[in-house]
């Protein structure tokens, strides 16, 4: 194991034991302006994946700044990672809102996930492929189910662009009966 990929499994443990027992802080997260604070965080990795990355009208919500960060970050992140050679990554992240709740979609054109696997990858550790592969942990996407479970949603998964993948992030609305 190089000494990178122990930096960042160390880097991963610790963001998901921040997520475990802690009472969730909430504030208004302004969506929009945190992805594009993302993407600077991201730039050379989306110049590198040549990645389109479009997104607009993308709602406040309530919820944990720092978490919600870790949540997108680690979804955009996977979507430049998986990636299919030799064509350009395109990535979208839009929102739809009802009366019981605000759905966050990201949507890439990547290899996708085979419908079999879509709760497996939840698992902490899990992965569908090799490290020499794609590189990683196999956190990311336990830390963003927490993420959305420590929010009272959850987070599901479908197709995406071309056969990519899409991540729906279901954040229930507050009621004020």
């Known amino acids: 194991i190089t000494n990178k990929r122990m930096g960042d499994l160390v880097t991963d443990v610790l963001d998901y034991s921040r997520l475990v027992d802690r009472v969730l802080e909430t504030e208004p997260v302004d969506v929009g302006v945190m992805l594009g604070e993302i993407m600077k965080d991201l730039s050379a990795d989306i110049a590198e994946a040549k990645a389109k990355i479009s997104f607009q009208d993308l709602p406040v919500i309530d919820g944990n ?7 997108l970050q680690n979804l955009i992140s996977n979507a430049i990672k998986f990636r299919r050679p030799n064509q350009k990554t395109y990535i979208r992240i839009t929102a739809s809102q ?3 709740a605000t759905v966050l979609r ?3 054109n990547g290899i996708g996930i085979p419908e079999k696997f879509r709760t497996r990858v939840f698992g902490l550790f899990k992965r569908l492929h090799t490290s ?3 590189h990683g942990t196999g956190l990311g996407l336990s830390i963003s189910r927490r993420v959305m479970s420590n929010h009272g949603g959850h987070i599901s998964i479908s197709d995406g662009i071309e056969g990519g993948t899409a991540f729906n992030l279901h954040f229930p609305r507050e009621r004020h009966d």
Request: proline fraction near 0%; charge should be negative.
């Open 98 to 100: 009802s009366a019981e």
């Open 106 to 108: 990201v949507e890439d």
């Open 65 to 71: 700044a720092f978490q919600i960060r870790i949540l």
């Open 132 to 134: 020499s592969e794609y």
